[in-house]
């Protein structure tokens, strides 16, 4: 059962599509308080009490013991106390002996989860405008409860099949002689794969819906190219307007008035990528329509994919982060020469060269990027009403993946098209999926992607993966093939990095042969894993789901974290750490070890319930099939489009049955 309460005058995010008729109660339980000084909800957790959700957050399923801030944050060191990553996920399941509640705190400004961490039993979220819809569900479980969320929120985002595959990227493939170096060195390995993306550097000066023609002379030509070896090419898109003058996207937008605006009407200026740009109104609804369209650019090119980045909006700096900086500059310079009357700023250690300049001057060149002063300093027009960016900063992401999501279904309502986004709020999982962001090559990062997996399907959101082998930081091949095993189960399956670190590229590393098994088993995989999304997708249920959704009466299967359930069938437990030669593993009942061995064979195990060291070899794929079950297994292809749907094989239980989608 669903219940709303309204409090104040809350902004229409549309996270629910659902209509659910607003209660004249208050909330069944805990403490509410809501004044001018803002919102809380307070309520002292039983002991044994475990706290699920919060989609993109960090560290473990249970989200106890820490707090999070929804803030969507261009932040890309995500080190254990960070309380703010890319996206907002307002969405909480207390699931205790005595409380059973879901709760969705629709509010897209910035909220606090104080789980247990000022006081260690009581949960406390909090905002500063009392203003907001909370959602509150009650059920059976917290799987039923989290199925009841889902059910309100809309159904989760479909993409096309060839999404399933492989893909190879990284922010430094500039040409279209690099990029074809990539596809060509995959395709002469035979490691299969689908995808390639496009990172900055295939456009003119980081424009939006522009080619740099000296790098790729004919884009139509070159994206038919690919497509005849099965390669989809997905490019960037930025949040970011570039100001240029003869540039078509921002004199338009300009004209037309689609831009973040200042208090005073002028245009928003931040700089990203491209130097100075305007941020387009996505909440404007003209705007969203005007800019989705200019996906149609890439789109009659052959495009059918695009990743929506830098869209926290992240800022580098700002004009008025500038001018600040400029004048502490130039006041120093007149104290330096004695034409000031103020004193010259003692420099606490002038031994450290970094410190040289004066704390002013330091202090501010810190805050230039991504300042929460200049997210109070853009406005948006949301129907007619002028709506100061930091009240609905959780919105920006969505907004933008939205404006693209609406505009296929215009412009290209028969094609099936890939869209992700780096930020988002929960309701843009109608319209896409999510990457997790700008990771690092650390052992760390793998158990964290295997965490936030089950949160973010609880929020809605299906299609998602991490850059696996890590963004930044440079990665080893141990690292790179642990954490294809693992991508190997998560629906998005890409390998990216960032410039300048070490090249991971699966044919980068000794044994490329290890990596084309790996990959090999994700596309025999392909038939069961699609079937498991669709039938996600389509029931409202989760892809992921912790062991503890699946064996609530078991205690210790509820507090095993690094392993997962997927679909209705299988359990993984991938390993994670440095030179290991497999892992402990917990059975919550008995199970059918399958490892996928790099001669092509499986090896089989039935294994009785407990605890159990798996040796896992790191060319080797483990995954295990739960009693009474089986699941369907097609022959490896180069890409999807190869695979041979109708030939499956079927490795689990004898006499089981699986039901496709
Ligand atoms: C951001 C993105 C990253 C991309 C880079 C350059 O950091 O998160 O994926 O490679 O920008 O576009």
New binding site residues.
């Given amino acids: 059962m669903v219940k709303k309460y309204v409090f104040g005058t809350p902004f229409e995010t549309e996270a629910v599509v659902e209509a659910v008729e607003a209660s004249k109660n208050l909330i069944s339980f805990g403490n509410v308080t809501a004044t001018k000084e803002g919102f809380s909800f307070e309520y002292t957790m039983e002991p044994t009490d475990v706290v699920y959700g919060l989609g993109q957050a960090n560290r473990g399923i249970n989200k106890r013991g820490y707090i999070y801030v929804s803030n969507c944050a261009?932040d890309?060191n995500h080190t254990e106390e960070k309380v703010s990553l890319?996206g907002a996920h307002n969405f909480i399941v207390i699931d205790g002996i005595k409380c059973k509640k879901g709760l969705f705190f629709d509010y897209p400004g910035k909220l606090e989860f104080d789980i247990g961490y000022t006081k260690r039993d009581v949960l406390k979220v909090s905002c500063e405008r009392a203003d907001l819809y909370v959602y509150e569900i009650d059920g059976e479980s917290a799987y039923d409860i989290v199925k009841q969320f889902r059910k309100i929120i809309g159904k989760s985002y479909i993409p096309p099949k060839f999404a399933f595959g492989f893909g190879q990227?990284?922010?430094g493939y500039r040409t279209q002689e690099d990029f074809e170096k990539v596809v060509d060195t995959y395709r002469a390995n035979e490691i299969p794969m689908d995808m390639l993306y496009l990172?900055?550097?295939y456009m003119e000066s980081?424009k939006d819906f522009t080619i740099d023609k000296k790098r790729i002379p004919d884009f139509k030509a070159f994206v038919e190219k690919m497509k005849a070896k099965n390669i989809h090419l997905i490019p960037?898109i930025?949040a970011g307007v570039k100001i240029e003058d003869g540039y078509e996207v921002y004199e338009e937008g300009k004209e037309k008035g689609y831009f973040c605006k200042r208090e005073d009407g002028s245009d928003f200026v931040a700089a990203v990528?491209p130097g100075w740009t305007h941020f387009t109104d996505v909440m404007n609804p003209e705007a969203r329509d005007w800019f989705g369209k200019k996906y149609a650019f890439l789109i009659e090119q052959g495009i059918d994919g695009f990743?929506n980045?830098?869209n926290e909006p992240?800022i580098f700096y700002t004009e008025e982060g500038v001018a600040a900086l400029n004048e502490a500059i130039v006041e120093y310079a007149a104290q330096l020469t004695g034409t000031s009357d103020k004193p010259l700023e003692p420099c606490d250690d002038i031994m450290n060269t970094a410190n040289v300049l004066p704390a002013k001057i330091r202090s501010i060149m810190g805050s230039l990027q991504n300042n929460p002063e200049d997210y109070k300093r853009f406005y948006h027009n949301v129907n007619g009403k002028k709506v100061r960016h930091d009240l609905i900063h959780n919105l920006y992401g969505f907004n933008m993946t939205r404006a693209a999501g609406e505009a296929f279904e215009k412009i290209a309502p028969d094609k099936d098209i890939l869209l992700f986004s780096?930020s988002s709020y929960i309701g843009m999982h109608r319209y896409g999926g999510i990457?997790t962001?700008?990771n690092q090559s650390w052992w760390s990062h793998i158990l964290l992607n295997l965490k936030m997996m089950p949160s973010l399907n609880m929020c809605g959101f299906l299609y998602i993966g991490a850059?696996l082998g890590g963004?930044g930081s440079n990665a080893t091949r141990e690292l790179v093939l642990r954490w294809l095993a693992l991508g190997v189960f998560t629906p998005l399956m890409r390998n990216?990095?960032?410039?300048g670190t070490r090249e991971q590229e699966c044919y980068q590393f000794e044994d490329i042969e290890d990596f084309k098994h790996v990959i090999e088993v994700r596309y025999r995989l392909i038939p069961y894993l699609y079937s498991e999304y669709m039938k996600a997708a389509t029931q409202d249920d989760l892809y992921f789901k912790p062991l503890g959704f699946v064996y609530p009466e078991d205690k210790i299967a509820v507090q095993t974290e690094d392993q997962l359930m997927i679909g209705n069938e299988i359990m993984i437990a991938p390993v994670y750490t440095q030179n290991a030669i497999g892992r402990g593993v917990y059975l919550p009942e008995e199970m059918k070890l399958v490892k996928f061995m790099p001669d092509g064979s499986l090896y089989e195990e039935i294994m009785p319930k407990g605890y159990h060291f798996v040796e896992v070899a790191l060319n080797e794929v483990p995954l295990f099939i739960r009693k009474g079950k089986c699941i369907p297994l097609a022959k490896a292809a180069q890409s999807t489009a190869e695979l041979d749907w109708d030939n499956l094989e079927f490795v689990g239980y004898d006499d089981a049955e699986y039901k496709h989608y």
């Fill in positions: 261009d890309p890319y990227s990284r922010w990172d900055i550097d980081y960037i930025d990528w990743w980045d830098m992240a780096r990457w962001g700008d850059d963004f990216h990095a960032a410039l």
